[in-house]
């Protein structure tokens, strides 16, 4: 039982290039979500997913599109990469999306360096 | 938007206690508590429900104020390995996270 999965753990890109971060998860959860994780900033959400075949933006999700066909893969797009979305990110997920009351659970997470 | 955290840095020593306040602007339907070591990713501390509830986990306990819209994180009797930091995340239809406050306990 592998639980949350992030590819790749490190990356670094060239100013322009795109990038898809991978999430995928064995745990049967409907609910996954994107955070970036930048120093003084805590943990912001970009996109989440309540189920396959459905999503919706978070707090930061300008330069990023996630798209969700199956229950167990949840992957973030950069399109034209820049400097500023150098940051770690995670992906979470937990059993059911709306006001419920389940712990998240996080990926190891992704280093992002852009240049 | 991010719930508030204060303070935004502690120094503890051993044995000593603490409080992590978290507000927000927002009706709270619940609070969420994580940890998170260096280079780690967070880890689910407890989820306080309406009501005031107070839950614990080990020496670390909170408290849930919904008319004020405020949870409270108590660590009493600090350990080493209680330092890193610590996350309240904001229940609506998503999971919303403060801006962190960091923990250091000292020998």
């Known amino acids: 039982n592998a639980g949350v999965t992030q590819t790749p753990k490190f990356q670094v890109l060239k100013t322009g290039q795109s990038m898809t971060l991978q999430c995928a998860q064995d745990?049967?959860?409907?609910?996954m979500s994107w955070y970036r994780q930048d120093p003084g900033m805590g943990l912001r959400l970009i996109h989440y997913?309540?189920?396959?075949?459905?999503?919706d933006q978070g707090e930061v999700p300008n330069g990023y599109n996630v798209s969700r066909s199956t229950t167990e893969d949840f992957p973030l797009r950069l399109l034209s990469a820049a400097p500023s979305q150098t940051s770690v990110y995670f992906c979470?997920?937990?059993?059911?999306?709306?006001?419920?009351?389940?712990?998240?659970?996080f990926g190891d997470g992704t280093r992002l360096s852009i240049l | 938007q991010q719930p508030v955290q204060s303070p935004q840095a502690v120094i503890l020593r051993e044995g000593e206690d603490a409080v992590i306040n978290c507000s927000s602007s927002?009706?709270?339907?619940?609070v969420h508590w994580y940890r998170q070591k260096h280079g780690e990713a967070p880890v689910f501390l407890m989820i306080?429900?309406?009501?005031?509830e107070q839950k614990g986990h080990e020496k670390i306990s909170a408290s849930f104020n919904e008319k004020k819209q405020q949870s409270s994180l108590y660590l009493t009797a600090s350990q080493l390995s209680y330092s890193g930091t610590y996350f309240c995340?904001?229940?609506?239809?998503?999971?919303?996270f403060g801006q962190g406050t960091e923990l250091s306990v000292k020998p």
């Open positions: 979470a997920t937990k059993l059911t999306g709306g006001l419920s009351n389940q712990p998240q659970h």
């Open positions: 745990m049967n959860h409907e609910y």
């Open positions: 997913s309540v189920g396959a075949g459905i999503t």
């Open positions: 927002k009706a709270l339907y619940s």
């Open positions: 306080l429900l309406k009501g005031g």
């Open positions: 995340g904001t229940q609506g239809g998503k999971l919303i």
